[in-house]
T-cell receptor
């Protein structure tokens, strides 16, 4: 089993739709979590951190469920410019510090 | 100017050649990382460095070596390039463990 798993998609949604991605992680000792966005052939860029209490940034909401070991990203009112790959990132300290990137979920938002 | 820069941005080389990819950062971070990305796969950590005197192997270090010349510079070498090292290579920095990482623009390497 991979340490961090994401549905690769692609998710094809119309503009204005709400879409949600989940990411599961296997190490219960994981300590910090992020969502990154990656455009085609570009570098990953931080979208938002994920806090235990959940957090929101405009149209984006991230949540953490430690009991079930997953994080989620909700995008409301999708824009064409949201089309990208979304990477889930998990940090843990077991056996030394380790950052693990998920393989990403592709999103296409269509007019 | 970009906080994390990589050179070259694109490189085509032949099997058996030695090649060096360079990374520089102006963020003042101690931690630097090298990743490779293959289509459909997540980022795989090659090497990381917590400071100038600390170098650590990542999950796929075989065939690669690194040098941390200064806090701001971290280079990756392929001693004898092979075709399955064709990939997109990213350098990244962070302020510490558990903090977000900042990525350079990437180097697209093709080994023929």
């Amino acid at each position: 089993r991979k340490e961090v798993e994401q549905d690769p998609g692609p998710f094809n949604v119309p503009e204005g739709a709400t879409v949600a991605f989940n990411c599961t992680y296997s190490n219960s000792a994981s300590q910090s979590f992020f969502w990154y966005r990656q455009d085609c052939r570009k570098e990953p860029k931080l979208l938002m951190s994920v806090y235990s209490s959940g957090n929101e940034d405009g149209r984006f909401t991230a949540q953490l469920n430690r009991a079930s070991q997953y994080i989620s990203l909700l995008i409301r009112d999708s824009k064409l410019s949201d089309s990208a790959t979304y990477l889930c990132v998990v940090n843990n300290r077991a056996g030394g510090f380790k950052t693990i990137f998920g393989a990403g979920t592709r999103l296409f938002v269509k007019a | 100017d970009a906080d994390v820069t990589q050179t070259p941005r694109n490189r085509i080389t032949k099997t058996g050649k030695r090649i060096m990819l360079e990374c520089s950062q102006t963020k003042g971070h101690d931690r630097m990382y090298w990743y490779r990305q293959d289509p459909g796969l997540g980022l795989q950590l090659i090497y990381y460095s917590f400071d100038v005197k600390d170098i650590n192997k990542g999950e796929i270090s075989d065939g690669y070596s690194v040098s941390r010349q200064a806090q701001a510079k971290f280079s990756l070498s392929l001693e004898s390039a092979i075709p399955n090292q064709t990939a997109l290579y990213f350098c990244a920095t962070s302020a510490g463990g558990g903090y977000e990482q900042y990525f350079g623009p990437g180097t697209r390497l093709t080994v023929t």
